[in-house]
Structures are given as structure tokens and as C-alpha cells.
């Protein structure tokens, strides 16, 4: 073959974003906010600029990043990581995921993902040599059928990519998963990537249960989050992976030819007010249950039907009731039709799902999601 992924289109997030603006459409398809982070983050970057922070960061990033990293990691996992050597800064949690793959799959070894799977980690897997064993959550909670995996184990598995909270589905893995998981993969030498950049998007008084909160499990795992997640600034590209120190040095030799390091002025920023104001992300799954309930509430008369998001800020509904057309078109109709943009989820999994659903967006400002709502239910 003469091209490297020949499966492989325009991502949707760009062709829906594209669409939504080409037909005005409100865009709930790609997952961003509509607002801003905190304004004194904003002013803090601009500070750090203006004093000259503008050259490279260190390769593995800025220290004292990786300080309230592992200090946030300890006080919320309960778990003691070392900011020198199992802390890395990347660009974003995308460029975490991809050094994480690259650094340990090797030619023919199995990376068993759950479908529907967030749309960079095959890629990534195959541009590494590397095989994407698919399997399918159960709806319709979309929960990992632990039978299913156990029989998909085979001595060429070498990782397993766990994603929670869960896009797009929304579904959280609980402490007794994270036993099943333990109990299946102990005595193996398969490896964990826990994409966890919704981890602090939970809801209804539920906790996010980390693979760093999981002593056993964490010594072979590579644990990814997003700053852009967590503080409404997914333009900055900002994430982190944390990982035992052995496992650290083979991510930072992909990641230090890769990117090499990650925007200075923002991670200095990012220092700052994870050390003054962990209040903010305490604060997200209120601020984000909100939005789920509003939305959730105002479309729950329409035609769609659905079952509210345990986390993340995507909320996935069953189009059934409206129409028999596949979901990429009918998230086109939706656009031209109805102006608003959404995911269809079929892009995310290997064989199309039986159920019609679509994913929505709702990291919007009340407004947008009101006028979106009113679309919806006049279809
Ligand atoms: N993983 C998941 C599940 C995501 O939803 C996203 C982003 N939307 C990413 C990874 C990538 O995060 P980042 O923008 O920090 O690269
Ligand atoms: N992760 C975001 C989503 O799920 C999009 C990220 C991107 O556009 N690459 O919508």
C-alpha cells in the first residue's frame, strides 16, 4: 500500500464542526466549550509572556506543573507519584495517548480497545506495527463486559486502552471494575492507557475511579488527562501523563522527538492555579451537572430518547423515534434541517451499532443550549 492509513478520513470532529459553521447550525457535534477558563488563568499566561517565559520548557515539563500534578494525584487518588520521574507534560492528551502507543507497541501485538473508541487511538495503534482488537460496551449503559474481554486475551495482547469517564457514551467504570480489571490482566504482562481526561466531569455524587487510585493496576498503566478539559481551554493543547518511572522513560523517549515540550507560558499559568484554586475543578461536576440537567430536562419532551450521562459533557441520545436514517445522515439533516450539529456515533466503532445514536455536546453556555433545545423539540 502506497498510504500509511488508508481507512483513515478528515476526523469528524473537524468535517461537523466545518458543517455546523458552513450551515450556521449551533455546534454541539465537537467537544469544546463555548466559554472561557477563569479569567485570572487567561491573565496569567499573558503575565508570564510579558516577563519573557517564552522560550522551551524543560522536556518532561515545567517543574512546578508537574509538582501540582503529582500533588493533586496524591490527594485525590490517595496515590504517592514522583514529579521528577513519573510526570509528563505533553501537548495535549492526544500527544500523551500517541508516545504512550508508540512507546511500547511493537509489530503484531494486540491493543484491545471498547467500542464505540475515541477516534485517535487506532490510528495511533497501526501507525505502530500494531493490531486494534475491538470490542463492544454493552448498552445500554455501555458498561465493559468482563467475560468478553477475558476471552479476547491472547498472548499477543499487549495493552488495553481503558477510557473513563467514557467518550462518547458518558458510562464511568466503578471500584468493582477496577477489581475485575486487576483480577483479569494480574500475571500477564499486558499494559493499561487509562484515558481519563473527564476525570473530574462525574455526576450524581459519584467519584471517578482512577487507575492511579488503584495501587495494584497503576504499576501498568500510563494515565492521561487533559487541561483542556479540565479548565475550558482546549486551544492550548495542555496535558499530562502520569506513569511508573520505568514505564515514564519509554514515553518521554517518544514524546522528547515528538513535540519535545509543551507551551511554557501556559504550563507556568496552569502551575499557578492548580495551586491557588483547586476550588475549580471541585467545582466541575456541579457546573457541568447543570448543563447536563438543563439540557437533559428541556429536550427530555421531544422525540429523542435517552438516559442522562453518568460522566464526561457529552450527552448520547437514540434518534430511533424520528427516523430510520444511518447517523451520519442524520446529522447532516440535523444540520440543515433542524440547525444543530452533533456526532454520529457509528464513527467510533468498527462494526456500526444496532442502536441510532447520536452524541451531544452540552460544555455550552445556558443560552446555546436553550435555543438548541427548542430546535430539538420542534422536530
Ligand atoms: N481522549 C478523549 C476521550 C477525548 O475526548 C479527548 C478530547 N476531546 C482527548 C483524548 C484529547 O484531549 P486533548 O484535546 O487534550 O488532546
Ligand atoms: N475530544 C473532542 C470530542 O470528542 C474533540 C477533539 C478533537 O476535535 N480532536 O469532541
Known amino acids: 500500500p502506497t498510504t500509511k492509513l488508508p481507512k483513515v478520513g478528515t476526523t469528524i470532529f473537524t468535517v461537523m464542526s466545518q458543517m455546523a459553521a458552513e450551515y450556521k447550525a449551533i455546534n454541539l457535534s465537537q467537544g469544546f466549550p463555548d466559554f472561557d477558563g477563569p479569567k485570572n488563568l487567561l491573565d496569567a499566561v499573558g503575565q508570564y509572556i510579558a516577563q519573557g517565559a517564552n ?97 479476547a486475551i491472547t498472548p499477543k495482547t499487549r495493552m488495553i486502552i481503558i477510557n473513563t469517564p467514557h467518550n462518547p457514551t458518558g458510562s464511568v ?106 476550588s475549580h475543578y471541585q467545582a466541575l461536576p456541579a457546573f457541568y451537572q447543570h448543563k447536563r440537567d438543563l439540557f437533559n430536562t428541556l429536550i427530555a419532551p421531544g422525540k429523542f430518547t435517552f438516559t442522562a450521562a453518568p460522566g464526561t459533557y457529552f450527552q448520547l441520545v437514540d434518534y430511533s423515534n424520528i427516523s430510520d436514517m444511518n447517523d451520519i445522515d442524520f446529522c447532516q439533516w440535523l444540520i440543515k434541517e433542524v440547525g444543530v450539529a452533533a456526532i454520529p456515533v457509528s464513527v467510533f466503532c468498527n462494526t456500526p451499532p444496532e442502536m441510532r445514536l447520536i452524541r451531544f455536546c452540552f460544555a455550552k453556555g445556558d443560552e446555546t443550549l436553550k435555543n438548541a433545545a427548542a430546535r430539538i423539540v420542534a422536530i
Not at 206 to 213: A, E, I, V
Not at 250 to 271: C, G
Request: net charge negative; glycine share 4%.
Open 55 to 151: 522560550q522551551y520548557a524543560p522536556m518532561t515539563g515545567v517543574p512546578a506543573l508537574r509538582e501540582e500534578i503529582a500533588k493533586k494525584v496524591a490527594m485525590l487518588y490517595g496515590n504517592t507519584v514522583s514529579p521528577e520521574t513519573e510526570v509528563t507534560v505533553t501537548s495535549g492528551a492526544t500527544e500523551a495517548l500517541f508516545a504512550a502507543i508508540a512507546a511500547v507497541v511493537r509489530r503484531d501485538d494486540e491493543v484491545i480497545v471498547f467500542d464505540p473508541a475515541y477516534d485517535s487511538y487506532e490510528p495511533a495503534i497501526e501507525l505502530n506495527g500494531g493490531v486494534a482488537v475491538h470490542l463492544q460496551l454493552q448498552p445500554p449503559a455501555f458498561h465493559i463486559n468482563w467475560q468478553q474481554l477475558k476471552d
Open 173 to 278: 467504570l466503578s471500584a468493582e471494575d477496577l477489581e475485575q480489571l486487576a483480577e483479569l490482566v494480574r500475571d500477564t504482562d499486558i499494559l493499561l492507557l487509562g484515558d481519563e481526561v473527564y476525570e473530574h466531569i462525574v455526576f450524581d455524587g459519584h467519584q471517578h475511579h482512577s487507575l492511579l487510585s488503584h495501587p495494584e493496576l497503576y504499576q501498568r498503566s500510563f494515565v492521561v488527562s487533559s487541561f483542556g478539559k479540565t479548565y475550558h481551554t482546549t486551544g492550548w493543547k495542555v496535558g499530562y501523563c502520569v506513569a511508573p518511572a520505568a514505564l515514564s522513560v519509554e514515553l518521554r523517549k517518544v514524546h522528547q522527538y515528538l513535540t519535545f515540550s509543551t507551551s511554557t507560558p501556559m504550563q507556568l499559568a496552569l502551575a499557578d492555579i492548580m495551586r491557588e484554586q483547586p
